[in-house]
Antibody
């Protein structure tokens, strides 16, 4: 059974840092691109970052570029999101999600974790 | 950047109704469009990918159509468990993805 379990959320002051983790199991983690998606309270979904299966390429939304860094450790079946210079507007539930690509189609998020809440407040 | 716009933002319907939700892209995205369902306090769930392909395990009352800039998600006969928020997502610019703002489906 595919499982994605996020951890590391919590309360942090504006300007602070936090590192989220996502532990993967039940599939060959090193074969899949992975993503972080967030959802502010009462709001919609916002894609945050992507990382390729081998970790060679990363992509970020403009809203987090230069502040957040996605990474992975395939030996530990783990995905990470280092969040620096946090702002009030970064308050959200953060989900990790697996990207599935099939022949002729770029990708969809077929498995998601349960999410971890990050609250940025003084 | 590709913008995704869903309509309506909210919708009231009854069990047994046929419901259609629309998603429009700011430019052609061919058929690179996915639909997700999200219930309160839960992670999103993939329903439809590539505009019209049903994800494994998803009931056949869900269907998707469209290509280019205009897409629809249809629920043929609403069930009590279908009341949720629905999001479209473009993957044309993958791995830079964009979601629509969501459509909340409520019980009338």
């Amino acid at each position: 059974e595919v499982q994605l379990v996020e951890s590391g959320g919590g309360l942090v002051k504006p300007g602070g840092s936090l590192r989220l983790s996502c532990a993967a199991s039940g599939f060959s983690f090193s074969s899949y691109d992975m993503n972080w998606v967030r959802q502010a309270p009462g709001k919609g979904l916002e894609w945050v970052s992507s990382i390729t299966s081998g970790g060679s390429y990363i992509y970020d939304a403009d809203s987090v570029k230069g502040r957040f860094t996605i990474s992975r450790d395939n030996a530990k079946n783990s995905l990470y999101l280092q969040m620096n210079s946090l702002r009030d507007e970064d308050t959200a539930v953060y989900y990790c999600a697996r990207a599935l690509y099939t022949s002729g189609f770029p990708g969809r998020f077929d498995y998601w974790g349960q999410g971890t809440l990050v609250t940025v407040s003084s | 950047d590709i913008q995704m716009t869903q309509s309506p933002s909210s919708l009231s319907a009854s069990v047994g109704d046929r419901v259609t939700i629309t998603c429009r892209a700011s430019q052609s995205i061919r058929s690179y469009l996915n639909w997700y369902q999200q219930k309160p306090g839960k992670a999103p769930k993939l329903l439809i990918y590539a505009a019209s392909s049903l994800q494994s395990g998803v009931p056949s009352r869900f269907s998707g159509s469209g290509s280019g800039t205009d897409f629809t998600l249809t629920i043929s006969s609403l069930q009590p468990e279908d009341f949720a928020t629905y999001y479209c997502q473009q993957s044309y610019s993958s791995p830079l993805y964009t979601f629509g703002q969501g459509t909340k489906l409520e019980i009338k």
